[in-house]
């Protein structure tokens, strides 16, 4: 089992940043990828980056490509997201996943994760 609790969400300015948190508990954090996603009201959940187990593989949705940037820390059992040059389509729920099956890859699949955090609202607005 894996619990995963999300903070750091709020509001922001379009062009502001936010840094969300993502922090893990209960299975060995550095043996498995993690990743976020997002769901915008009336939409699907969607995949926004992942890194692999070790941090040394990143990816990242064409969307947020060169303006949001995954990281994690093993010691502290924690993965953020760094946001910057945030735009109004960037609102929504925000989830952390971990995919403890995965084979030492990180996956932007939905699918492939296997726990997830409970969300943090991210809303980019004048």
């Known amino acids: 089992q894996v619990q995963l609790v999300e903070s750091g969400g709020g509001l922001v300015q379009p062009v502001g940043s936010l840094r969300l948190s993502c922090a893990a508990s209960g299975r060995t954090f550095s043996v498995y990828a993690m990743g976020w996603f997002r769901q915008a009201p009336g939409k699907g959940r969607e995949f926004v980056a992942a890194?692999?187990?070790?941090?040394?593989?990143?990816y990242y949705a064409d969307s947020v490509r060169d303006r949001f940037t995954i990281s994690r820390d093993n010691a502290k059992t924690t993965v953020y997201l760094q946001m910057n040059s945030l735009k109004p389509g960037d609102t929504g729920i925000y989830y952390c996943?971990?995919?403890?099956?995965?084979?030492?890859?990180?996956?932007?699949?939905?699918?492939?994760?296997?726990?997830w955090g409970q969300g943090t609202q991210v809303t980019v607005s004048s």
């Open positions: 996943a971990a995919d403890v099956y995965d084979g030492g890859y990180a996956s932007a699949f939905l699918a492939a994760y296997d726990y």
């Open positions: 890194i692999s187990r070790s941090g040394g593989n990143e």
